[in-house]
């Protein structure tokens, strides 16, 4: 288990879900459930990124390369797909942030912008004021990530983002209230000049 995975496992405890975890990898990283037990199980793949943090314009980024066939494939294995990096509080602490999408959601999204480079889709996903996007601009891109909303609205990802404001989670189909809701004094936003 690696640190991405061990965050996404906490909060989902932390949200009333029962967490398991597959004795092999198979393309399912976990199942989660109600702790009830009468929720229908999600299938969660998670993916994790280092911080890669732009100091100049105080944005949080993180860099995934997915494998386009094996995110096709999981459309049929996973109900969810979850990013998950570390952002930079205002006391300097990192904390993790998530984006919690369907991948045939992802697909759809990554296929109607971005160039398939040998097989595989590269995702930069930036926060910045609330606001998540993916901001990898390829050669001859014709639009570009204007904050606070960038122009092509398929970039956009907030509504997917886990700790934003509002009464809607990405996890409603649960039927879980709330679930990845921002607990009290959470939502942090990075600061420039942190490392």
Known sequence: MNIFEQ???????KQGLAVFIPYKDRGVD??????????????IQVKGSRLWLDQENGVSNGWWRINRAKLKESIQKTDFWIFVWP?????????????????????CRLGSYSQDSHGFYHVYFALKRQVAADI????????EIIWPKP????????????????SRSPFDRLRVSELFGPAPGE????????Q
Do not use: H
């Open 87 to 107: 952002v930079v509080g205002n006391a300097g602490a990192l904390s993790p942030v998530f984006i919690v999408i369907p991948p045939q959601e992802l697909d």
């Open 7 to 13: 965050w996404t496992f906490d909060r989902l405890e």
């Open 187 to 194: 939502l942090v936003e990075p600061r420039a000049g942190t």
């Open 136 to 143: 990898r601009i390829t050669k001859g891109a014709k639009d």
């Open 30 to 43: 976990c199942l989660i459930v109600g702790k009830d037990f009468r929720s229908t199980p999600q299938r």
């Open 151 to 166: 122009s092509n609205p398929l970039r956009n990802y907030t509504e997917f983002l886990s700790y934003r404001d509002g």
